[in-house]
């Protein structure tokens, strides 16, 4: 009995993807640089995300607090979500300095994603 994984087929040309990813009209030795920019995007568009969250945070923490009316138990809590939603910004600014520091420490450019990849000699 074979089953549908015994049986070899043949794919016809190579398989190759869609814009970026695929390559096309590039070779596979540009994928760190390719990985790079898309890593650099994403954690730029998170830290943007994390700065507007922390502003929507920030603005509803203040029209709390404004609209406490003096009522302490409300006022707290208005000031808790304006708190942690700075020690969540600081947080997102940090973990990125953090990485470069160690990077630094250690002799190796962390957020150099392209660097790293050519340096452990992966082809």
Known sequence: MNYLAQNSTSLGNQISGLGKLGFEGGSAASAPDVFTAILSTSIGLMTMIAGIWFMFVF?????????????????????????????????????????????????????????????????
């Open 59 to 123: 603005i509803t923490g203040a029209i709390s607090i404004i609209s406490s009316g003096g009522e302490k138990g409300k006022y707290e809590a208005a000031q808790k979500k304006i708190t942690t939603g700075l020690t969540g910004l600081v947080v997102v600014v940090a973990a990125i300095f953090l990485v470069d520091f160690v990077g630094w420490i250690i002799g190796i450019d962390l957020l150099n994603i392209a660097g790293l990849i050519n340096l452990i000699g992966v082809k």
